[in-house]
């Protein structure tokens, strides 16, 4: 079935269990959904059925990467990955904020399926297929029946790690600052496992004894650190919408205030269908030099670029849904934005 050798790869940002299968799991019941490319699928959890399953289709001409925003802290989920043929490549767990799968170029489709993990939790997960090239549009009906078939090899990337510069310990400290203490010392050419950064240009650190922080100016990070969560006790500014209605946030990013934390509360929802569920519209535009490197999305790893709008249910019981609005750590000019939430 396969003419080409299919590598996987699995973007750590924290803990994330990656295992290998040899066999082929039990079809789940529920159906497959089509998960078209650029347009997020929103998974509120618990889920309705058992599992929840979605299918897409790989680029010809470029890799593509299936991407997991989590947007309820804590949420415990596991996802398996599929080929066209049922056999499950890869699985992982997940109670982190982000995680990524690729698959090389091809025309191949692919199943993932989702199920919450121990006791999951309630919350909400969005499902996105991206690609750097064409994409390929198949219909849900082609999708073929799954069955048994060979496994490709599984690699993972390095995890992110934050280095001390050639030549110079590094103070391991308290908090995100010159005024917390001294905790501990990173050897010259020394290395911790990264799990976060703040406004102010520090990476949060484990140690042997718990979590530290050292700074961007006298350590360096390496491995998969493009998505490294921003860790920031800001509170959110609200953005309140009424079930029916619109509303909008205009706010700005500075060399000094590089990121927003918005939540977007929907108000009206009631206990009885239809009037428990609503879905809206999101769109972020921005002016400034600089708007094009703003990023926005999930807290800790926003991906979206200036512009971008997305479709995104809210219900009772999922009624707030948390959004970062980014830009570079050395960007040198002020951009504003404003976010429009507008009911469909």
Same mark, same amino acid.
């Given at each position: ?36 490319? #650029? ?8 889920? &309705? ?9 790989? =680029? ?5 990467? @299936?991407?997991?925003?989590? @947007?309820?802290? &804590? ?16 699985? /992982?767990? #997940? ?18 399926? /989702? ?19 064409? %994409? ?23 995890? $992110? ?7 110079? #310990? %590094? ?20 290395? @911790? ?11 949060? !650190? ?18 998969? $650190? =493009?998505?490294?969560?921003? !860790?920031?006790?800001?509170?959110? /500014? ?12 205009? *706010?700005? /990013?500075?060399?000094? =205030?590089?990121?927003? @934390?918005?939540?977007?509360? %929907? ?18 535009? $921005? ?18 670029? $200036? *512009? ?8 009772? &019981? ?23 939430? %507008?009911?469909?």
């Amino acid at each position: 079935m396969f003419r080409e050798r299919r590598i996987v790869f699995i973007s750590l940002f924290s803990l994330i269990i990656l295992t290998l299968f040899g066999c082929q799991s039990p079809r789940p019941s529920a159906a497959s959904a089509w998960l078209p490319t #650029n347009s997020p699928a929103w998974v509120h959890f618990p889920l &309705g059925h058992e599992t929840e399953q979605y299918t897409f289709s790989a =680029d010809p001409s470029a890799p593509t990467t @299936l991407t997991f925003y989590s @947007l309820s802290p &804590g949420l415990a989920y596991t996802a398996e990955l599929r080929d066209r043929d049922g056999q499950v490549i890869a699985t /992982l767990s #997940n109670t982190l904020p982000h995680a990524s799968l690729s698959v090389g170029p091809g025309s191949d489709l692919y199943e993932v399926i /989702l199920r919450p993990s121990g006791a999951g939790g309630a919350g909400a997960l969005a499902l996105t297929v991206s690609s750097s090239g064409g %994409v390929q549009t198949v219909s849900s009906a082609a999708v073929s029946p799954l069955a048994a078939a060979a496994a490709p090899p599984v690699q993972a990337e390095t995890p $992110c790690r934050a280095v001390s510069r050639a030549g110079a #310990n %590094v103070n391991i400290r308290s908090g995100p600052g010159l005024e917390h203490t001294i905790i501990g010392v990173l050897p010259a050419g020394g290395a @911790l496992a990264a799990g976060g950064r703040s406004l102010n240009g520090w990476y949060r !650190v484990e140690t042997g004894s718990g979590q530290g922080w050292v700074s961007g100016s006298v350590a360096a990070l390496d491995g998969a $650190c =493009d998505r490294l969560p921003l !860790v920031d006790e800001t509170e959110p /500014l609200p953005l309140v919408v009424d079930r029916e209605g619109w509303n909008s946030l205009d *706010g700005q /990013l500075s060399p000094g =205030d590089a990121a927003d @934390l918005v939540q977007v509360a %929907v108000t009206r929802l009631q206990p009885q269908p239809p009037d428990n569920y609503a879905e809206f519209t999101l769109t972020l535009t $921005c002016t400034g030099q600089g708007a094009e490197a703003v990023r926005w999305g999930a807290p800790g790893s926003p991906a979206f670029p $200036c *512009g971008q709008t997305i479709t995104l249910p809210f219900m009772l &019981g999922s009624d707030r849904q948390q959004f970062a609005v980014a830009m570079p750590e050395n960007a040198a000019e002020m951009v504003q934005y404003s976010l429009l939430v %507008v009911s469909r």
